[in-house]
């Protein structure tokens, strides 16, 4: 399968991103390294970087959905940006067993680091319509009930679920678009 399928070809629309971590490693399972992530979209938003339609954070992936200007820069900062700071938590943790894992699966020809944190790419998938958009947003949002994490999406914290049923949520999110 070509990788062309996988690209951002049209930054007007919301496109639905998936980040997953090298070798499907269970990153997210400690609240500091969670919070990383959700601070690094928080200030995506509020410095006009993207605007963020829906997300769910998973224990070793997350999914998400956003329009910006140039989202393909934008998902880039973002990933280098939580990988810098989920890496060096983990050092000052002395995560041993987990940062084996980060080296394991690093790509070879990442020559200038000992860790890597998330897969290569993002799998962007432009939003085209309502009907996309919405099947996108219960697909995120019943993520974790799939997996049995939790029997109402409401339920995980780590969603914005929340938000579209009108209660609050953890982070902003545009829910009418």
């Keep these: 399968m070509s990788r062309t399928r996988y690209k951002i070809y049209d930054n007007a629309y919301p496109h639905f991103l998936t980040c997953t971590t090298v070798g499907w490693a269970p990153i997210f399972t400690r609240p500091e390294t969670v919070q990383i992530v959700l601070d690094s979209l928080i200030y995506l938003g ?37 990988a810098r700071n989920i890496i060096d938590l983990l050092i000052s943790k002395n995560a041993k067993p987990i940062l084996r894992q980060l080296n394991f ?6 020559k200038d680091q000992d860790y890597q ?48 049923a009108g209660q609050p949520g953890l982070l902003p999110v545009v829910t009418s678009w």
């Design 117 to 164: 944190l998330w897969q290569e790419g993002s799998h962007p998938q432009m939003i085209q319509n309502d009907e996309m958009m919405w099947q996108k947003l219960e697909y995120i949002h019943y993520n974790p009930v799939k997996r049995g994490y939790v029997d109402d999406p409401l339920h995980w914290r780590y969603s914005s679920a929340r938000n579209y």
């Design 46 to 82: 509020e410095h006009h970087e993207f605007d963020l339609f829906g997300f769910v954070i998973l224990d070793n992936h997350l999914h998400f959905i956003a329009v910006a200007s140039d989202l393909g820069s934008a998902i880039r900062r973002f990933k280098s940006f939580t």
């Design 105 to 110: 699966y690093k790509k070879q020809h990442k």
